[in-house]
């Protein structure tokens, strides 16, 4: 495996690693680790860094919705073009082009569900390429990015064994 | 009552003290667990909850379920291991009985069983329950704990009858090249050694693939392998495991079990079927992850003054502490509440060094070895 992508292994499981630890988990020296993540994000592998949160558990937490949206093309407008227009509003976290009976599923996040709402009414229906809108509001969250939502460890093993 | 005198001679395991020391206290980090933190593979947990639910709660066959000897042999082609499914394999309640079963099947009362040390605990025990005398043959630090023909003549193993491996090494991490088994291969045919191999820490190795004794020129007819699920596919409570072997060694281990056991739980058959057929991408992500941990465990010991040789497989560390291992391990639980299990507990060559196992979390591993390092600085 290159050192990019062992790199890149430990920062998806945790970003907050320093760079001296992934050094050590990996067996590359510290510079090399520096260079490696320069390049991920000059090359925008990696474009950013954020926490898994479980908004649930925040006093006036967000809420969050999956929409989706199908949508109408001509010969000057492509999904680029119509994604690059739905993706400007702060409120989408997350965009995708997906298979299926839908073109694009957004992940919304909000304020309030009424936030949402207005949004997907207000400002995504009307698009004139858009054609159908249905949204799901997330009820409540199990995993995200990998991690399981749940409280503490349950780690019953023996505390030491031969 | 009267206990038998074979019973009253058997000693406490010295991994009990420890035990009952880190258990006294409850803010405990402790790299002490023998075992992995993962849990099973979904898919096999779900193929044994899904056994239970169509009522497959009879006995299997003495040797295991052929459709399971079938996927044991089709999974040790990796290691270059053929075995008949029919005749040369037998599925056993844990690596642990498939250990015992060799012992019983294999050393007569009086024969010497050559064990190299520092090494698990249970094959002493377990030789002398068969009737046999244990001989240690250290291992050595300057040798990264890999077992070598000069530490073999040393210790008088000529004139043993069995040899016991255990590669990768619990407690110490250690592995063997196909060069190092060539050695001892050789020493095991001039001096005519039948070999106990307990490999099963062979799915967990970093770097280089794992190799087996078993597989040396002459050495398959005197070798009985014992692998299983528990360590690989993190199933050690379901308590699964195997023999691999000549017919004659597996037939006379299989009489033994028909009494014994009778057939390994059945519960834990189709979980393993699952784990061989679908699981093997889980098991690369805790290798994965393992080795992660293994490199930033080894790294810090190194950091902080306590030698440690790179492992090659297992989920263990075995610094040098430099000293008395038992004091240290208990001020180390004491004054950081992180418990660790001096090496003196695995045998001779042991001492001095410290039992550090990295299968718990990053997270944990790091607060640990902080608290060591903490440690450690004090005492200078």
Redesign the interface.
Known sequence: MDAEREVL??LAR?AREDID?I?????LDADAVADAIDALEADNVVHGYQAVVDWDRVDEGKIRAIAEINVELDRETGYEQVADQIAKFPAVDALHLVSGDYDFAVEVLGETMEDVSRFISEQVAPMPEVTQTVTHYIMDTYKDGGIRFEDG?D?D?????? | MRLSDRARDLPE?G?RK??EL??ARDD?I?L????P?FSAPWAARTAAIDSLERGKTSYTSNRGMAALRERIAAHHERYDQSYDPAEEILVTTGASEAVDLAFRALVDPGDTVAVHEPT???YGPGIELAGGEPLTVPTRAEDDFALTRESLEAAGAAEADLLVLCYPN?PTGATMTEEEYAEVAAFCRDEDLRVIADEIYSALTYGAEHASIATQPGMRERTVVVNGFSKAYAMTGLRLGYALGPSEAIDAMNRIHQYTMLSAPTTPQYAAIEALDRCDDEVAEMV?EYN??R??VV??FNEMGLDTFEPGGAFYAFPDCGGDDEAFAEELLEAQGV?V?PGSVFGEGGEGHLRVSYAT??REL?EATDRIATFVEGRR
Not at chain 2, 32 to 35: I, K, L, P, S, Y
């Open positions: 292994d430990v945790n630890d050094a050590a988990q990996t067996g460890d780690d093993r023996l505390s030491v064994s031969p | 395991s991994i420890f035990f880190a258990e405990v402790s002490g667990v023998g075992e933190d698990y605990i249970s619990n994965d992660r941990r490199r930033l790294s810090r418990a299990v979390s990053m790091k």
